[in-house]
């Protein structure tokens, strides 16, 4: 199988990847990105002044949620019994944005990468969402894959690049 596509059958025909036969691992993942915004919005994040309320914390809940429903959004994704979540958010010290980092973790026959990606993303969206009403040039940028381990394939670390905040 190798390098081979997974979600494909030897006619080209989409499947879900059948995991059965795989051992149960611990399977850990962290991925971070980032929302780029306005000073002055990262000012109001930061005092709680956005009229929609804490943007960290429930962007921080939105995250988990969207963890937990992953299997529901991406079409070939497994529902995978989650053992533990973890979100973060914090305003940059030098730079004018919202960084955000997911782990999440499970015991079971495949990864949670997506789940981690999805954690991300979901809370970068939130952000948005809450700030739009000030801020509307917002970016959302640099969602990737940090780290994972547990598996067949084995561990995965994203090398870090000189003056990059990976």
Known sequence: MG????????????????????????????????????????????????KKGDVLEVARLAGIMAAKRTGELIPLCHPLALTSIRVELAIADDAPQVEIEAEVQTVGRTGVEMEALTAVSVAALTVYDMCKAVDKEMVIGEVRLIKKTGGKSGDFTKETVAGSNT
Do not use: Y
């Open 3 to 50: 390098n081979s596509l997974t979600h494909f059958d030897e006619k080209g025909n989409t499947r879900m990847v059948n995991v059965g036969g795989k051992d149960e691992t611990l399977r850990i993942a962290i991925a971070r990105g980032h929302i780029t915004a306005r000073p002055e919005t990262l000012h109001l994040i930061a005092e709680q002044g956005m």
